[in-house]
T-cell receptor, first 113, second 115 residues
Framework: ETGVTQTPRHLVMGMTNKKSLKCEQH?????MYWYKQSAKKPLELMFV???????ENNSVPSRFSPECPNSSHLFLHLHTLQPEDSALYLC????????????FGQGTRLTVV | AQTVTQSQPEMSVQEAETVTLSCTYD???????LFWYKQPPSRQMILVIR??????QNATENRFSVNFQKAAKSFSLKISDSQLGDAAMYFC????????????FGKGITLSVRP
């Protein structure tokens, strides 16, 4: 298996639930990213990890909590979300933070009810 | 701050014909990268083509080519001999060359291909 894999593909959760999104990359990359994709809006960068250290947090609410236990795995822990958080969440990786190209997973379609 | 603008929300092309997708960007930097990504219904963002700003020659990848106009800050994608599998959302993206740089995306354009 190669590339960037995200699970689950779809997730429906209530506002009081706690869930986690998982991302795994098999490319040997050192940088990983979480993006939020909402309809009719550009992709929004949420978090950047480099060598398992969070290096960027773009003013994301604390109800989103990322975790990077190693360079191959990235999680996004979700709790007490709002309906406006419903979106496609994309994970990406790159060789390192200076590499121009990023490789994306297929995303998790999240619906908050 | 860098911005990427894709002003056309939708376009349609006849199979086997050629279509051009427009993109403009704003930056004060002289060296950077530009990309076109494709997002089919499977939702995975796939890199279509990349252009380095220091290169004057337009990038090409098989049926895909770009028209890079640095002075005008324009970066259009031309798809030749369009195929049904080309139907997707296409995103233009910018990235500077700095260590802390990040990808900045446009809103995307939905391309449909008529058989």
């Amino acid at each position: 298996e190669t590339g960037v894999t995200q699970t689950p593909r779809h997730l429906v959760m209530g506002m009081t639930n706690k869930k986690s999104l998982k991302c795994e990359q098999h490319l040997g990359h050192n940088a990983m990213y979480w993006y939020k994709q909402s309809a009719k809006k550009p992709l929004e960068l949420m978090f950047v990890y480099s060598l398992e250290e969070r290096v960027e947090n773009n003013s994301v609410p604390s109800r989103f909590s990322p975790e990077c236990p190693n360079s191959s795995h990235l999680f996004l822990h979700l709790h007490t979300l709002q309906p406006e958080d419903s979106a496609l969440y994309l994970c990406a990786s790159s060789q390192d933070r200076t590499a121009p190209e990023a490789f994306f997973g297929q995303g998790t379609r999240l619906t908050v009810v | 701050a860098q911005t990427v603008t894709q002003s056309q929300p939708e376009m349609s092309v006849q199979e086997a014909e050629t279509v051009t997708l427009s993109c403009t960007y704003d930056t004060s930097e002289s060296d950077y990268y530009l990309f076109w990504y494709k997002q089919p219904p499977s939702r995975q963002m796939i890199l279509v083509i990349r252009q380095e700003a220091y290169k004057q020659q337009n990038a090409t990848e098989n049926r895909f080519s770009v028209n890079f106009q640095k002075a005008a800050k324009s970066f259009s994608l031309k798809i030749s001999d369009s195929q049904l599998g080309d139907a997707a959302m296409y995103f233009c993206a910018y990235r500077s060359t700095g260590a802390n740089s990040k990808l900045t995306f446009g809103k995307g354009i939905t391309l449909s291909v008529r058989p």
